[in-house]
């Protein structure tokens, strides 16, 4: 991975090749982490042990590992772990974001964000759904606004927001905030701390299994806010086991209270996943991956392509080219097709020779 994580030294360098060489090693060139992230070899293990006990009869505590998986996620955004609730999906965040609003309220969204944020919003049906393009969106929140809800980074072209104009913005508004970090979550540096609500998938950039997601909520647990717990069963109660008949005497004094019931197989290799992430390091992530999606950026304009403009971004999308999807599958090259684009997402277990590759497939 010649040159793909800098520093005054090769150690660092060395460590996260080593590290990765030994959890990874995928059969085709993958560039498809936008749409589902590998799972390392530790995460494989663990679910197949786990698997293992349980048709065995003798179960492992897979709770523990939810516990775990919230505490690593709580620690890779930079807040207690307290605040935050462990699922399977944001759009059920969303809904319970949206429910929390008063009737009429404006929320303010990005033209074509992902339908899990955006649609709950919708199905509300007396809510003002103000829709305006991303590179406005902080310059358009105002007086009225109640909520602003964005993705940190576009699923579909990789384009980030200024997150930082936006906290501004909805400070001085007195709006809350709600940003999807499921495309951004373990390789974009987040300070969850400066927005009301952040949700997450994990099967992308953090390499969990599908059916794990994680909402941020508010120090109040978003009593100020109106948040209610509106699906909470046992799992969500202060004392769980005590809370499996009738209605659950006490909540969660933590945004537990806002957890559904876990996928616990799922949980169990994303604790393994989390933990690699923080092993690594994401601002080591960020250059790695960064630094290839620049590579890529180079050769399309070699090639007389222009990428969408999405500076920073790991995620690279190239207008007129998604055609060429099935033929890069066929080369054994994994990237999507989204909306005639073709969109490249660039990541840990990545090389320059996985640029390369795509790269001379295109110029065939």
Known sequence: MDGEVSGPHSGPMESFEN????????????????????????????????????????????FADV???????????????????AGASVATYTGLVAASLPEGAEVLTAEADFSSLVNPLHMRGDLKVRSVPLERIA??????????????????????????????????????????????????????????????????????????????VPEDLGESAGLTPLFAGWASGEHPWDSCYGPVEELANSARRFDESPALFSYTGAR?????????????????????????????????????????????????????????????????DRAGNLRAAFHLYNTAADVDRLLDVLAG
Not at 70 to 85: D, E
Not at 144 to 168: M, N
Not at 306 to 325: C, D, F, K, N, Y
């Open 139 to 216: 310059e358009s929140v105002g007086p009225q606004t109640a909520l602003v809800a964005v993705s940190a980074v576009q699923s579909a072209d990789g384009r980030i927001v200024d997150l930082a104009a936006l906290r501004d913005a909805a400070r001085a508004h007195g709006a809350r905030t709600l940003i999807d970090a499921s495309q951004s979550n373990g390789w974009l540096p987040l300070a969850a701390d400066d927005f009301d609500y952040v949700a997450a998938i994990a099967h992308k950039w953090v390499l969990c299994p599908r059916g794990v997601a994680f909402l941020v």
């Open 67 to 85: 516990e775990a998986s919230r505490s690593a996620f709580a620690r890779i955004v930079g807040v207690p772990a307290t605040r935050v609730a």
């Open 19 to 62: 590290l990765v060489r030994t959890e990874f090693a995928p059969k085709t060139t993958y560039l498809n982490t936008a749409s589902t992230g590998l799972l390392p070899a530790r995460t494989l293990v663990a679910m197949r042990d786990a698997a293992a006990s349980a048709a065995a009869g003798l179960p492992s505590d897979m």
């Open 272 to 336: 393994h996943s989390l933990a690699l992430i923080e092993e690594l390091g994401v601002e080591a992530v960020h250059a790695h991956d960064t630094a290839l999606a620049d590579r890529f950026r180079a050769g399309l304009g070699s090639l007389g392509h222009e990428p969408v403009p999405a500076p920073g971004s790991a995620i690279v999308s190239v207008p007129g080219l998604g055609h060429r999807q099935e033929e890069l599958g066929r080369a054994g090259i994994q990237v999507s």
